[in-house]
Nanobody
């Protein structure tokens, strides 16, 4: 059993910054990809940023140059540094991880609200 717990969300003015954290705990043998998704009201959940165990980093075009994803593998933690925030970044942000040794499972956190005011 694996749990993902996000933290760091909140209310910030446009142009400000937030740093999200996600800690994985439980029966963790191998973390493959860790990623951040977000979902705004009335919209589909979308990929924001992803980090593979091989060091690859991928970002949605809308956040390139503003967001940075990083990992602390020793602590089973992934971060999302969000700078120059815009009102359109407002959404619930979800941590996602592919974890497994023989079999690989997809896990989701409960989400953390990010609200950017103008």
């Amino acid at each position: 059993q694996v749990q993902l717990v996000e933290s760091g969300g909140g209310l910030v003015q446009a142009g400000g910054s937030l740093r999200l954290s996600c800690v994985a705990s439980g029966s963790i043998f191998s973390i493959r990809t860790m990623a951040w998704f977000r979902q705004a009201p009335g919209k589909q959940r979308e990929l924001v940023a992803a980090a593979t165990d091989g060091g690859t980093r991928n970002y949605a075009d809308s956040v390139k140059g503003r967001f940075t994803i990083s990992r602390d593998n020793a602590k089973n933690t992934v971060f999302l540094q969000m700078d120059s925030l815009k009102p359109e970044d407002t959404a619930v942000y979800y941590c996602n991880a592919h974890i497994g040794w023989v079999t690989v499972q997809n896990y989701w956190g409960q989400g953390t609200q990010v609200t950017v005011s103008s």
